[in-house]
Every structure is written in structure tokens, then in C-alpha cells.
């Protein structure tokens, strides 16, 4: 992907959205926040929210489940902290800075690991979901939300333009389906359980695989390269 867009990059472009991020993108994104939460709810249990930002969705997680947020951006989980205080979530059991390539839990400890408009916005996507896959329960769901990229047509050839930009922005706007596809298809270890539209304007889509019983996540094939 270049050095255009790797963790620096990443993490500065989000201090800068820190300030004005809920009311920039708090009632653009407020459908796919909540449809992810609803599906994540439909398993419950102990729930991983990476890149939970400025902790938009944690007041609506129901009480009975236990939530853990991690963002790579200590500006945004400053004011997810401050959230946590103001509406006393006393499920939300911990908040911490960390890199979604390298998640520093146990394997196979979470139900639900929720990633909202996140795979896009990460240098590594492949291996970030290895680590999504990782640290799941057999029979729990990665649940994302996401602007997935046009395979054709003037759309497709906008994103392609404005990628350069996007990236410094933190994301990528041309990111496909077929690489979540592929991913799936290599990693053996979780299938594709739906696929939706989502709002604004059907762009976006709000994705969950389960992870399979019984799945031993070593033995992994090498990740494919992308440019």
C-alpha cells in the first residue's frame, strides 16, 4: 500500500478528526453503528469493538454483554473515555490504544468482534482479520461495517482517483468485496453468513463471518501482497 498509508499516517490523520469526528460523521453513520450493534447483540457475551473511536456505539450495547474498545488513536479514545464516564457504562470493562494488526489478547476469548468503518482505515486488512479470526470463540462473528469499493463504472473510476488523497485523510475508498472474499476463502477458518447494503446511499455494507467449531488458526497461508 506504500508508505503513504501505514500506522503514522493513520494515527495522525485521526488526531486531526478527533475534534469534530461525532459531528462530522456521528448522524452520517448512525444506521450502520446501530445495525452493527444488533447484530453483534444477536450473540452477545464478551464483545471486541476495534476502532471504537470516540465511542459512539457503547451506549448502545445492552448491559448483560461486556465490552472491550481499542483505537490506534489516543485523541479518540480520550473522548470515548470521558463517553464511558458520562453515561456510567459500567459494561464497557476496559479502553486501550492498540494496533489492530497485533491485538494483545489470549485466542479464542471473545463472542463478537465488531470493526465499523475500520478495515479500510487499517495498512494491513488481511492480517488485521487473521487477528479478528484469532481471537474469536468458535461459533462467535466478526461483524464490520465498511465503505467497500465500486468493481466498475464512474464510481470505480472516482475512488480510483481519489485514493491518494483518502489515504491521507485515513482510508482507502477503493477497497473491494473481493478482498474480503478472498481472505475468507484462504483463511479456512470462517465463512461469509451475509452481506447488506447499508446507508448512505447503499455505498456501504455491513458484512459478518462466524468462525467455525473446532478451527485451529495455524495453519494460516501466507497473506497475499497488495500493492
Known amino acids: 500500500m506504500g508508505a503513504a498509508f ?14 469534530v469526528y461525532d459531528l462530522v460523521f456521528g448522524a452520517v453513520f448512525e444506521r450502520g453503528r446501530k445495525a452493527a450493534v444488533t447484530a453483534a447483540e444477536r450473540i452477545g457475551g464478551r464483545i471486541l469493538e476495534v476502532g471504537v473511536g470516540t465511542g459512539l456505539s457503547l451506549p448502545d450495547y445492552a448491559w448483560t454483554n461486556r465490552v472491550i474498545g481499542i483505537d490506534l488513536s489516543a485523541p479518540m479514545l480520550r473522548k470515548a473515555k470521558a463517553r464511558v464516564r458520562e ?13 489492530a494488526r497485533r491485538l494483545g489478547f489470549a485466542d479464542a476469548v471473545f463472542d463478537v468482534v465488531v470493526a465499523q468503518y475500520v478495515i479500510t482505515a487499517v495498512p494491513e ?3 488485521t482479520l487473521d487477528e479478528f479470526a484469532r481471537v474469536l470463540k468458535p461459533g462467535g462473528e466478526i461483524i464490520l461495517v465498511n465503505h467497500l469499493g465500486a468493481e466498475t463504472g464512474p464510481r470505480a473510476a472516482f475512488e480510483r482517483a481519489f485514493a491518494p488523497l483518502a489515504r491521507r ?23 461469509l453468513i451475509e452481506r447488506r447494503a447499508m446507508p ?8 459478518r463471518f462466524a468462525r467455525l467449531d473446532g478451527f485451529a488458526g495455524e495453519h494460516l497461508a501466507p497473506a497475499p501482497a497488495h500493492a
Do not use: C
Request: zero cysteines; a neutral charge; proline letters at 7%.
Open 200 to 207: 448512505p446511499l447503499g455505498h456501504f455494507s455491513l458484512i
Open 6 to 19: 501505514d500506522e503514522s499516517t493513520i494515527a495522525k490523520a485521526y488526531a486531526r478528526w478527533a475534534p
Open 169 to 191: 485523510l485515513g482510508w482507502q475508498p477503493e477497497f473491494r468485496f473481493d478482498r474480503l472474499a478472498r481472505w475468507a476463502a484462504r483463511h479456512g477458518g470462517v465463512h
Open 125 to 127: 486488512p488481511e492480517a
Open 87 to 99: 453515561h456510567r457504562l459500567t459494561n464497557v470493562d476496559g479502553l486501550a490504544v492498540m494496533d
